[in-house]
Nanobody, 125 residues
Framework: QVQLVESGGGLVQAGGSLRLSCAAS????????MGWFRQAPGKEREFVTT????????YYADSVKGRFTISRDNARNTVYLQMNSLKPEDTAVYYC??????????????????WGQGTQVTVSS
């Protein structure tokens, strides 16, 4: 199975940028669709973005479209989330996840098989 470790979170002012990384080990990420989810205090985990094995299909939540970009470097076995124009409502713990299912990547967190421990992103107003 694959192990995932997120990094790159922190405190940033509104309008700023952060880049999250998700380093994988144990199996190559080329075997998986890779996604990012987030969870704010008192809220359910929500979909942010996902990309297929070949990066041929990529989906974003409406709330982050145009501001966030997911990318994957299969050679480095790492997935990235570039977050620009951050807003206070982006504050959450961000999780990287891997989905081994065939077909199109899912936006539902229950479909993902492997998860990282999360990294905190806090956006101040």
């Amino acid at each position: 199975q694959v192990q995932l470790v997120e990094s790159g979170g922190g405190l940033v002012q509104a309008g700023g940028s952060l880049r999250l990384s998700c380093a994988a080990s144990g199996r190559p990420i080329s075997l998986y669709h890779m996604g990012w989810f987030r969870q704010a205090p008192g809220k359910e985990r929500e979909f942010v973005t996902t990309t297929s094995r070949s990066s041929g299909s990529t989906y974003y939540a409406d709330s982050v479209k145009g501001r966030f970009t997911i990318s994957r470097d299969n050679a480095r076995n790492t997935v990235y989330l570039q977050m620009n124009s951050l807003k206070p409502e982006d504050t959450a713990v961000y999780y990287c996840a891997a989905d081994r299912v065939l077909g199109q990547p899912s936006t539902r967190y229950a479909e993902y098989d492997y998860w990282g421990q999360g990294t905190q992103v806090t956006v101040s107003s």
